[in-house]
């Protein structure tokens, strides 16, 4: 309990004023661009359908520099009476509780206004600016003893804003001005507001997007959004009462969608028609999430960059000259969905976080899938979502949960450690499923991306490829003709030459999951160059780092990406090197050369291991293998065979 002197006497009262305020300032908001979208929300919440930010810079007198010393933001909604002006600015007085939109808890504009200010001024009208109410709260009057808001009263706006705003004020609105900025980072508003596009434009691209185009077309929930939202951005110079509008630099907020399924929106498109990414067979799907006895559904869409996007050999491709045979990555529109790695988190139509915690390391093709999910927020509380609608905490603890890890010394099962978080109230058991079906959908489009990049790798070293192949197909033969027949020989005396391609195109699609028309042009590769081999990256649930599939006259080798010695061996020797260093590219060749070694230790504990009979067994394995390896590298490479050394 606070004891608190007011006036003379002694007060004591559960909250401490002052105290209070001060301690909510520190309330945790990631940018000065999120605690403004708080002030965005209200307004959307009010029905406005045009928003405008604006940032005054004034001459400091020390300085003589054109600094930030005001932020407001205005809105055409329905505008608030004098009471619901008045509880506006307390600290949860919100009139929302019911959480049917975006709002939460009633903490947006006191909570985000003192976290970047000392003073905020709200005017509000219905009818007419001319007859706008005005209310306030400071903290210097906090200091100084004020217990509450004082009723509003009538007061002209500021001309500052009448003269700068693009839109004609209307006969209803709300303007919030930040003042006195003790807190905000940004020192010139108009280098800024660029750069606050990005996080307003995907927090709301929904609202900002065209109809058409911020929902799937099978979602039916496209009237919850409402008309088409604006949102524009306007620096402002106010020389001593000479208002200067710096037209160059105003913003007008495009969407900034991850899916990369939108038009028109801040990312360049120069890479060829469509959109930049597709989406994933299975997207979108629906999985029930059952909390407190009552069934929810929650939302997910998984998206994918298109071949042209990343290669600019690639069929309807259409890069500019200078970044033709480049990299994506360091293309305008990589380096734009580098900003968007992560799954997004969606509730009532709005960004509440892209998190990060699902993308793999460091691994620059991890900006070329997305996942959006959308819940309700019925799921506050299972998801996590904080107060200032900035995080999923629950959700973000999702993606590095592994049972074995969650397990007690007495747990053995999967099954064991679910029934011990649902008894003590985990959220986490609510989600589970979930995470299983986005994890899922994670691993097919990794797996697409990566199949995506081979193909790019190989235009790149399609002579050490054929190579590869060539000699392969080559010793694969040469055994043929004396004798010794495999399983893809036998498979291939069956049938004809379309039904062993079907066969081949069927593996590629049914098993390894490649699109229809990938597939077909693989196994058309293969056949043009009449090799007898074909190299893919699939992911595989098998505990061996690559699986052998003979099909008809082919031997198939997948390299299982979800096995370590991906990781670890392979993927390291195949990188993205465009961007690295020399130094970095040697770092990578020596950890590569590190993984062999581990993986031939594997082998030798293995071999050791086993019983003696086993042993003699693996060990003649061994041996086999090595002179199979023999003849494969031997072939056609102008080297002796040691055979004719003899």
Known sequence: MAVTEFDGQLEFSIVDTRMTVEAMRDSGYKSTTHALAELIDNS???????????????????????????????DNGEGMNKDTLRGSLRYGHGTRQQRQGIGRFGLGLPNSSMSQARRVDVWSWQSGATNAFHAQLSIDDVERGAREILEPGLRPLPEVYLEASRNVFGDSGTLVVWSDLDRVEWKQASTTFKHTETLLGRIYRRFLAKPSERLHLEDSRADEIGPQLTITCIPIQDNEGLIEVQEADIVAVRPNDPLYLMTETSCPEDFGPGPMFTELDASPF?????????????????????????????PDAAWPEQWKGMDAGRAPWGKHADQNMGVSLMRAHREIQLDDSWVSGDDPRERWWTVEVDFPTALDEVFGVTNNKQGTMTFQRLARYDWKREALPDEESVGDVRRRMEEEGDHRIHLLDLRTQIDRAIGLMRQRVRQARQRRDRRHNLDEDQKADAKATAAIKRRVEEGHQGESDRAGESGTEEEHKETQVESLVEKHSLDQSDALQRVAETIEAGNRVRWIQSAQSSAAFFDVESLPNVIQVALNTNHPVYSH??????????????????????????????LIYSWARYEEEQTDRARRQVRDA?????????????????SIAPTDLV
């Open 622 to 638: 061994r041996v086999e293998w090595g002179k199979y390896a023999e003849e494969f590298f031997d072939e056609d490479d102008g």
């Open 286 to 314: 629906a999985v029930p999430v059952i909390y407190k006895g009552r069934e929810y559904e929650v939302r997910v869409r998984a998206s994918y960059a298109r071949a042209h996007v990343r290669d600019s050999l690639a």
């Open 569 to 598: 061996l392979y993927d390291i020797m195949h990188p993205d090197v465009d961007e690295l260093t020399e130094d970095e590219v040697r770092e990578r060749l020596a950890k590569a050369a590190a993984a062999f070694r581990v």
């Open 44 to 74: 959307i919440e009010s029905g406005a359908t045009a928003i405008e930010i604006f940032g005054v810079s004034r001459q400091d007198s020390n300085t003589g520099r054109f600094t930030l010393k005001e932020l407001a933001v205005l």
